[in-house]
């Protein structure tokens, strides 16, 4: 995917909770949250809410699955 795909705003639809995250990744919501806090997938903090783009998730997606491919 590229980025500028997710370089445009997101509505509230496209924001993913990290109950969400985890769902789609089949991991805990605390692998979730630390992936989340490593920058490892990006957030978007609204006062204390943190949410993930889904096509920041998607982007974390491609790059890991090409980093398995390869290894």
């Not at 969400?20 to 490593?38: E, F, G, N, P």
């Amino acid at each position: 995917m590229d980025r500028e795909m997710c370089s445009t705003p997101s509505g509230p639809k496209n924001l993913l909770r990290a109950t969400d995250v985890a769902k789609q990744l089949s991991i805990s919501r605390s692998l979730a949250y630390q992936l989340m806090l490593r920058g490892e997938i990006p957030t978007v903090r609204f006062g204390g809410s943190v949410r993930v783009r889904e096509c920041d998730l998607a982007e974390y997606i491609q790059r890991s699955w090409s980093g398995w491919i390869h290894k």
